[in-house]
């Protein structure tokens, strides 16, 4: 299968002794959907800005789609196109204040893919009836809900059409009754979309439906990988500490 | 003495023509000290090597001084080592003097209003694959420029209340016309009055713009 992200000793630390990652190697494959599980502090949202080098690791490289960056010579137009690669949904939504639902998703395929604005429009308009918020398109972040933000999101995240989407702990920032609208676009996102995605999520009931492959970390390392089966429904077979997680996540 | 109502309304229109003098200092110093000052914000905001610890040095300096001192220190005391201070019109040298001034308080409101917006708009632009310029550009110093209009309108009500020094080298502003009416006629009360009431009156017309332009500002995006 065609492998769609390569991480190879990747470390990140702090004042050079601190150690945030240690020494990760990863594969994803295409199409996969790559649910990134674990306690608090562990690595996992580290490990995903490391991907667009959002946060720059200490060491090691990274491939998405068919650009490789290496942390010991990088250089920025370099990370530009690593970052060209991927789009990301972030825990606080990020949305562009200054501009509406449509502008927001609009954005990088003006400035970025130099599309022009009739083209970009009607991208703009297509995903956000596919995420539900095309009534909403003339509206500013401060007039939407939590929910409706990360939904515009999402679809500013699609638009630039990335080879591999990341998912920040989606829904962590929203309100109990608007996690579930949000899951909902995920999850169509994920059995209809021929897109890679990797999720650093708490639902872990969530997960157990969507993704195709479960990483389970632990201090800064992978400590569990395997399917949702493996993982979420035979957790005291891979790791105590797994099984531990999971009971405390899900009281 | 009594107060004069007919001195005052005769030596009001005497005094308030020398307004264009006060504003123009005003207009042209604003400009100047809008655009140092946000260069210096953006040196600072970038955290410029050496720029910015030279910048800040510089705005202590600046802020840690009265004006009056600085532009006697300009006019009077650099012309003694300057041919160039030394040949300057009083007027342009108010003009400088009032712009540098004035700068390092534009940068300060520039600066705030530029961190003012959050980081995780920045990484989201950069996320996308936008480069520094156009997240600066197209993100940040839209949102920047809401925050920061009313502290800079405040500036420039300090900077026309500054002008007022123009008249210790010998300009005549409103301040220098109603101190040389006021030393021909012995009518101090009548003529400072006069001035006083020009300058509040202009501050309330700056004022009630501000107003008008904080609401607007603050309405933008909502």
Same mark, same amino acid.
């Given at each position: ?37 674990? @306690? ?187 399917? @949702? ?23 | 003495? #009594? ?9 009001? %229109?005497?005094?308030?023509? #020398?307004? %264009?003098?006060? &504003? ?31 910048? #800040? ?42 712009? &540098? ?40 110093? %839209? ?7 009313? %502290? ?60 008008? &332009?904080? #609401? ?7």
């Amino acid at each position: 299968m065609e492998s769609m992200v390569e991480v190879r000793g990747l470390s990140k630390t702090f004042d050079g002794s601190t150690y945030i990652l240690k020494d990760i190697d990863l594969n994803v494959a295409k199409n996969e959907v790559v649910a990134i599980l674990g @306690p608090s502090g562990t690595g996992k949202s580290t490990l995903l800005r490391c991907l667009n080098y959002l946060c720059e690791p200490t060491a090691g490289s990274v491939r998405v789609g068919s650009v490789t960056v290496d942390a010991a010579r990088h250089t920025g137009s370099q990370v530009r196109l690593l970052r060209r690669q991927s789009a990301m949904v972030f825990q606080s939504y990020n949305l562009f204040k200054n501009k509406t639902a449509r502008e927001n998703v609009m954005e990088a395929l003006v400035t970025v893919q130099k599309k022009s604005k009739a083209e970009a429009e009607s991208i703009a308009l297509r995903l956000l009836e596919k995420v539900g918020m095309l009534d909403r398109k003339d509206y500013y972040p401060s007039k939407m809900s939590g929910g409706q933000q990360q939904r515009v999101g999402i679809a500013r995240a699609l638009a630039v059409n990335p080879n591999v989407l990341l998912f920040d702990e989606p829904t962590s920032a929203l309100d109990p009754e608007l996690v579930g609208e949000v899951l909902n676009t995920i999850r169509q996102l994920a059995e209809e979309e021929t897109s890679t995605m990797l999720l650093v999520t708490h639902e872990v009931r969530f997960a157990r439906n969507v993704a195709s492959r479960i990483l389970f970390m632990e201090d800064g390392h992978i400590a569990a990988d395997g399917t @949702p089966e493996q993982i979420i429904d035979n957790p005291g077979s891979v790791s105590p500490r797994l099984q531990q997680f999971l009971n405390f996540v899900s009281k | 003495m #009594k107060f004069s109502w007919e001195y005052f309304f005769g030596t009001f %229109p005497l005094i308030a023509e #020398k307004l %264009p003098v006060t &504003l123009s200092l005003t207009v042209i110093s604003a400009g100047f000290s809008l655009a140092l000052g946000t260069v210096m914000a953006l040196v600072n905001y970038y955290r410029v090597p050496v720029l910015t610890q030279f910048l #800040k040095a510089w705005s202590s300096f600046i802020r840690g001084t009265p004006a009056v001192t600085q532009m006697f220190f300009f006019y009077y005391g650099l012309a003694t080592v300057s041919a160039l201070v030394l040949n300057m019109s009083p007027l342009v040298a108010v003009a400088v003097v009032m712009s &540098l001034n004035m700068s390092a308080f534009v940068a300060e409101s520039v600066r705030a209003a530029l961190l003012s917006v959050d980081d995780g708009q920045k990484e989201a632009a950069l996320s996308l694959g936008m480069s520094n310029f156009q997240v600066i550009t197209r993100i940040v110093i %839209p949102q920047a420029v809401r925050i920061a209009l009313p %502290p800079l309108f405040n500036d420039i009500i300090n900077l026309f209340k500054m002008s007022s020094l123009a008249f210790l080298v010998g300009i005549r502003d409103v301040m220098g016309a109603s101190k040389i009416e006021s030393a021909a006629s012995f009518r101090f009360f009548e003529c400072y009055a006069i001035v006083m009431l020009i300058y509040w009156f202009c501050t309330i017309v700056l004022t009630f713009l501000q107003r008008r &332009l904080e #609401k607007r500002c603050s309405a933008i995006y909502e």
